[in-house]
C-alpha cells in the first residue's frame, strides 16, 4: 500500500480553467476548490477603474464587491481590494491570476459600496495631481 499523504487535494470543479489537476486552496470535502473556482462560485463582481484613469502614475486600484447574505435576509457587501506588493501578514486571496486585500470593508448596501470605491479613486486622482504640483514634499508620493 502507498503512501498518498504527499498527494495535495485538487479542485473538484468540472471543467476547472486551471486543468484537472490544479490544488485546491478551499476544502470542503468532496467539494474541493482552487482560489479561481471558489470565488466564481460566491456573488462577486470586478469593479475596475475607467480606462480614462489608466494612465496616472499612482494607479487608482481595482476593487472585488461581493455580496454576502446575513441570516437569509440581510445582505452586506464586502469590499476586496486588488494589491500588487501585500505584506507577508495581509490576509490575502488570488482570483484569475491577481492578489486581493481580503475585506477591506464591510458597507450595507451596493450603492454605498460603489459611492466608496468612487471616492477612493477620485481620492487617487488628487493624489497624482498634488504629485505633479508638489513633488517632493510628501514621502509617501
Ligand atoms: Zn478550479
Redesign the pocket.
Known sequence: MTNDFTVGLV???EN???GPN?P?QYFGGDEN??????WDELEIEVVTPPMEVAHLEIKPSTYILQSVWKDEEKEVFYIHRQEEEPNDTDKVFKYKGKTYLYKIAKITSKESAMKAIHSWWRGCISLNDLNKKEKGRYEYI
Do not use: I, M, N, Q
Open positions: 479542485c473538484t470543479k476547472c480553467e486551471g490544479t485546491a476548490r482552487c482560489s479561481d473556482c471558489y
